[in-house]
């Protein structure tokens, strides 16, 4: 059974690209904003992997990570970033940082290295 990963994204043209690297190895959920995942009312305990990017429609992914913790969401969440990293605070909240533009077989490695952690 494929690893299910929730993407919070709300570039067209990365969910394209994470969707056509990533959908053979993965199943992946993608919304672009946390009233779009709010109204969908995804399973949290079907992921196995969130990677949010840092500024969304109308929230970021503070927001987004609120909402996971509200719902006891228990895995790990990556902060996925075109900023440097060091200027972003409170980042520690994350379990791990993705900076853009991404290097994707790195993005699959760490994908799979997370998932692997958290199963």
């Known amino acids: 059974m494929k690893a299910k990963i929730l993407i919070m994204e709300d570039e067209q043209q990365i969910i394209e ?24 009312n995804l399973n949290l305990n079907e992921i196995d992997l969130v990677i949010t990017d840092h500024k969304l429609i109308k929230s970021t992914a ?29 980042t520690e909240i994350f379990d791990g940082i993705l900076s853009k533009p991404y290097r994707l077989k790195s993005l699959k490695l760490l994908i799979n290295e997370e998932i692997n952690e958290t199963r």
């Open 62 to 90: 503070f927001d987004v990570m609120e909402y996971l913790k509200s719902n006891d969401f228990k895995k790990k969440v990556i902060l996925s970033t075109g900023s440097i990293p060091e200027s972003i605070e409170h």
């Open 17 to 40: 690209m994470l969707t056509d690297y990533l959908s053979n190895d993965f199943s992946l959920e993608i919304f672009s904003s946390l009233e779009e995942l709010k109204e969908n």
